[in-house]
């Protein structure tokens, strides 16, 4: 029974990779047409496929994968500017490229069809030992739930960033946030920021109704529209120097400094890595390590002290170092039940 269901997965995993390289083929033709466009029947007869199954494919590109797709007179073609100049990258920087996206692929539970789309195009080309790697990245993507309705919100705020466009929006609030109502914002969308520690995306813009930049989780947008306002961004040296201070995503709280003491047993894996890019760090004579650094709040340094356990003691401020030595002692109380 377990060879079967094996069987069918990978058939499904098959159907999935030999759909979405039609998919390409079909965006390709297009792409290559222009803005004179082309007819369903020309696209079947230069990728060997029926017009039937070409127009149920441009129905996907254009509803699916939010594709920006014109038809008139019989003919389709891709919006202009829908698409970037191609690069030509080094086999270093193929593999920088890809190890990033790898990292997009651990920080996400759904699939991406644009992100799968972005991994195939990077895999022409490749030598083979890369190659293989990209193979078993869209194998284990091809795994996960598709959730459309997040996706077409990321195409959205994706168009909106792009063209500056003034997004409104309708905002759940966390569920720890009280039983508050959706409420509806008007939101300049100056970043899309992926979060390690929650596996989230988030919008960071300018929410005029309230004056302020602000955070959204994209997962609690329940409904999203593009106006016809147009917005001035920021500067790329303003956003950074106000996003500098987070954590992981949040930014718009108290600039607290965070003193902490870690054991000998750790000190050489901690000076490995810079955490933040304030932190300073100083090695005590009894092999110990000092890790000091200004951050927005403690909401979010709180989880990767914790992480750490009995191997990191928090000297400042008194508030987290209570609120951390609680949290420890609350854990000890349920083991020893």
């Given amino acids: 029974m377990t060879d079967e269901f094996d069987a069918l997965d990978g058939e499904?995993?098959?159907?999935?990779?030999?759909?979405?390289?039609?998919?390409?083929?079909?965006?390709?033709?297009?792409?290559?047409?222009?803005?004179?466009?082309?007819?369903?029947?020309?696209?079947?007869?230069?990728?060997?496929?029926?017009?039937?199954?070409?127009?149920?494919?441009?129905?996907?590109?254009?509803?699916?994968?939010?594709v920006p797709l014109w038809s008139e007179g019989g003919k389709w073609g891709v919006q202009p500017g829908a698409f970037l100049p191609a690069m030509r990258l080094t086999l270093q920087e193929a593999m920088a490229v890809f190890l990033a996206a790898r990292l997009m692929t651990r920080y996400t539970d759904r699939f991406d069809p644009s992100l799968a789309s972005a991994f195939s195009k990077l895999e022409e080309g490749l030598p083979d030992a890369l190659h293989g790697h990209v193979e078993r990245t869209l194998d284990e993507m091809a795994r996960r739930r598709t959730d459309e309705a997040f996706n077409r919100r990321v195409a959205d705020l994706t168009r909106a960033w792009a063209e500056q466009r003034v997004v409104r929006l309708q905002y759940a609030p966390a569920a720890y946030d009280g039983e508050r109502e959706p409420e509806w914002r008007e939101v300049r969308p100056y970043l899309l920021e992926p979060s390690l520690e929650t596996h989230a995306l988030y919008l960071i813009g300018f929410d005029e109704g309230?004056?302020?930049?602000?955070?959204?989780?994209?997962?609690?947008?329940?409904?999203?529209?593009?106006?016809?306002?147009?917005f001035a961004a920021p500067s790329e040296e303003d956003l950074a120097t106000a996003l500098r201070p987070a954590w992981d995503i949040m930014w718009?709280?108290?600039?607290?400094?965070?003193?902490?003491?870690?054991?000998?047993?750790?000190?050489?894996?901690?000076?490995?890595?810079?955490?933040?890019?304030?932190q300073v760090v100083a090695q005590a004579p009894d092999g110990s390590l000092e890790w000091r650094a200004t951050v927005a709040g403690t909401i979010e340094i709180r989880l990767w002290i914790l992480s750490w356990g009995e191997d990191v003691e928090v000297l400042a401020p008194a508030s987290l170092r209570d609120d951390v030595a609680s949290s420890h002692a609350r854990a000890a109380a349920r083991y020893r039940r």
Avoid at 219 to 230: A, F, K, V
Avoid at 261 to 275: D, K
């Fill in 210 to 230: 309230r004056g302020a930049l602000r955070t959204f989780k994209v997962e609690r947008i329940l409904d999203l529209s593009l106006t016809l306002r147009r």
């Fill in 12 to 66: 499904r995993l098959e159907g999935k990779r030999d759909r979405l390289a039609r998919l390409l083929s079909v965006l390709r033709v297009l792409h290559a047409h222009g803005e004179a466009g082309v007819t369903p029947r020309e696209v079947a007869r230069r990728t060997g496929m029926s017009p039937r199954t070409v127009y149920r494919d441009l129905s996907a590109l254009q509803n699916e994968m939010q």
């Fill in 252 to 278: 718009d709280q108290p600039p607290t400094q965070v003193v902490l003491r870690f054991a000998p047993s750790v000190a050489a894996r901690v000076r490995e890595a810079v955490w933040h890019p304030s």
